[in-house]
């Protein structure tokens, strides 16, 4: 539909709603749905990573494209590269063809419409891209608002701290995947449940623990969804009060996994915090390979 018949994403999603096709969550379609599969080369086959960087107690960058890692073959695909290019081709001239000015004037646009401007209204309108080239040219939906001259009246300070994590989340796990095949190990990683298999012997994960702080007794805490935990080993990175930098690294095995959420205090004592390192040099530790002749 979009690369044979020209139609735009927003058309599609409408196409599929109307049709009760869901996604494979059970969700409506939308335009950031449709921009998912069309972009997302697990489609054809590959598995591409190292989107960004990341060094332990550094900020994250984004790297180039010819940066990025690109694993080939590694899912059986279900579209064809050819049609998969042609739409990346698409794509990319669509974007280039539309300046800042005109994507805030669709903007302000909606705006006089709706009289706000919230990320799914902007995705449900059929004349303008999905919010997430928004936050692509203006960094976050707030900035763009604000040069649309709207001013949503609410402090989504704690929402963009959130995707801050979610995306060191990703870039920890990218750094662990690459120094773990530097030693000469091996990982699969699954795309869905972002957990990975390590030299086919164990599993891991990544999981980013935010820092809180309410005015009540024993206030100061880290908490980890226990759905966060389930694998054979979860690398728990604890965040720096101002959830800028990792603060420390808490290597748990899955015992630690429960039906509630893990909490973690300043001190949890030893049975946690024998747990507890400053780098993941222990990690890797565990993931080198050596010679025969080296371990004996």
Known sequence: MFVEEKRAKAEIARILKEKDVRTEYGHVWDINCIHNVLTNEKYIGNNVYYKTSFKLQKRFVRNPPEMWIRKTGVFEPIIATELFNQAQKIISERRRRFTDQELLDDLRSLLKREGRLTGPLINKAD????????????????????????????????TAINRQLRQLESNIAAYVIDRIQQLGGTVVLDPVTEIMEINSEFTATVAVARFRCWVKPRAVHWSIPTNRLKADVAIVVRMDFENREPRDFYILPRGYATTKDLVLREHNGMHIDAHRFSNLDSFFGMIRRVKAAEAT
């Open 127 to 158: 004349d303008m891209f999905g919010k997430n080239l928004y936050q692509k040219r203006f960094d976050t939906l707030v900035s763009a608002y604000k040069l649309a001259g709207y001013n949503p009246g609410k402090d989504f300070r704690y």
